[in-house]
């Protein structure tokens, strides 16, 4: 069994309590012992493209300086992609091109740099997309096909229909929490293969959505997001107490058996003891 391999799972734009009332198969899990869930705070401003970098190198955003979805350039910070190669791990990534900006190509240019296949880069695999609508059933299948054909150690996975559809009709609305379900439908079909093939797997979100389909600022529903481990080496049940989104990267660093940057966070996350699910 694999222990050490760890699959990331990203649902841009999922508020915290959309994802109890509407994720079943993930809460299905936890009620069974096996996943643990935790409220999360993200990082401000509760913008993508800087809680991205967040989340991948557990900096905060006057440390990594991405502070805006307009900055427009290569991180200087150490990411998970950065981590993995250096020591020696494979990994891969299907992705929102901002993913790609931030650590391998930046400007993104969707007519050369939607496939990377470069073991030099710290993105070693990539199948990147750049319109948000991109089919969320689609990207499942880019990431199948990665672990298929490049074997990571290490697979981020970024979907991006929830947070369209919040945009479109706030997320207080019937579309966005169908959304919703649908990515834990995605989750339900693909999560049993891949931890039978050894995966340890984290679901969480960089933010969450507002009633005026928006994101930026302090209120719960921009800020609480959910964050689901499967894994051997966290407790399974409901963690109540809200922890940091700067946890999130040293979390996938034990979890891939490797060393955090220097610059991460201790990691206190897994000194908690959970609830019992009900």
């Given amino acids: 069994m694999l222990t050490n391999q760890l699959i990331f799972i990203m649902l841009d734009?999922?508020?915290?309590?959309?994802?109890?009332?509407?994720?079943?198969?993930?809460?299905?899990?936890?009620?069974?012992?096996?996943?643990?869930?935790?409220?999360?705070?993200?990082?401000?401003?509760?913008?993508?493209?800087?809680?991205?970098?967040?989340?991948?190198?557990?900096?905060?955003?006057?440390?990594?300086?991405?502070?805006?979805?307009?900055?427009?350039?290569?991180?200087?910070?150490?990411?998970?992609?950065?981590?993995?190669?250096?020591?020696?791990?494979?990994?891969?990534?299907?992705?929102?091109?901002?993913?790609?900006?931030?650590?391998?190509?930046?400007?993104?240019?969707?007519?050369?740099?939607?496939?990377?296949?470069?073991?030099?880069l710290p993105i070693q695999h990539g199948t990147f997309y750049w319109e948000d609508h991109y089919p969320d059933s689609h990207l499942f299948a880019d990431a199948q096909h990665l672990l298929q054909t490049a074997k990571p150690d290490f697979l981020y996975l970024h979907t991006m229909n929830i947070d369209d559809e919040g945009h479109k009709h706030s997320g207080n609305s019937a579309a966005y929490r169908n959304r919703a379900i649908a990515a834990d439908m995605l989750l339900a079909h693909a999560l049993p293969y891949w931890t039978s093939l050894g995966y340890q797997i984290i679901v969480t979100a960089d933010h969450g959505m507002n009633d005026d389909g928006m994101h930026n600022g302090t209120t719960d529903d921009e800020r609480s997001v959910p964050l689901y481990v499967i894994s051997s080496k966290v407790q399974p049940g409901v963690y109540e107490e809200a922890v940091s989104q700067l946890q999130i990267a040293p979390l996938a660093c034990h979890l891939l058996n490797i060393r955090a940057s220097n610059v991460m966070l201790p990691l206190t996350i897994l000194q908690a003891e959970p609830v019992p699910s009900v």
């Fill in 13 to 120: 734009g999922l508020k915290y309590s959309t994802a109890v009332q509407q994720l079943g198969y993930m809460h299905h899990l936890v009620e069974n012992g096996l996943a643990a869930r935790f409220k999360v705070k993200s990082e401000l401003p509760s913008l993508s493209r800087p809680l991205y970098e967040v989340l991948l190198t557990g900096t905060p955003v006057y440390r990594h300086g991405i502070t805006t979805n307009h900055t427009v350039r290569l991180s200087h910070e150490q990411s998970l992609f950065h981590l993995t190669r250096q020591h020696g791990l494979t990994n891969a990534t299907a992705a929102y091109h901002w993913v790609s900006e931030l650590y391998n190509k930046a400007p993104f240019n969707p007519m050369t740099d939607r496939y990377q296949w470069n073991t030099d």
